[in-house]
């Protein structure tokens, strides 16, 4: 079993920024990838970015050259840095872990951004 506790989300104004942090443990041994999906309440949950063990990173269209996620691999601690932020952006977050082909999901963490 993993767990998974994101922390960061908050309100904040368009053209700001967030940082959202993601703990794991557990069997947190051979995670990979790791990650960020959203979700608006009544619409399907959207990838937003995806970190390898190794460092290779895919980000959803709608957030690249504005989000930058990163990875602590000693902590298999995933970040989510957001620059410039919009009202669009605005859903509950949710950190994920891959293990032995199975998803794990954190709790999620409210992002809202006010225009």
């Known amino acids: 079993q993993v767990q998974l506790v994101e922390s960061g989300g908050g309100l904040v104004q368009a053209g700001g920024s967030l940082r959202l942090s993601c703990a794991a443990s557990?069997?947190?041994?051979?995670?990979?990838?790791m990650g960020w999906y959203r979700q608006v309440p009544g619409s399907r949950r959207e990838l937003v970015a995806t970190?390898?063990?190794?460092?290779?990173?895919s980000y959803a269209e709608s957030v690249k050259g504005r989000f930058t996620i990163s990875r602590d691999n000693t902590e298999n601690m995933p970040y989510l840095q957001m620059d410039n932020l919009k009202p669009e952006d605005t859903a509950v977050y949710y950190c994920?872990?891959?293990?032995?082909?199975?998803?794990?999901w954190g709790q999620g963490t409210q992002v809202t951004v006010s225009s």
């Open positions: 994920y872990a891959a293990r032995d082909a199975y998803l794990y």
């Open positions: 557990g069997a947190i041994d051979s995670i990979n990838p």
């Open positions: 970190i390898t063990r190794v460092g290779s990173t």
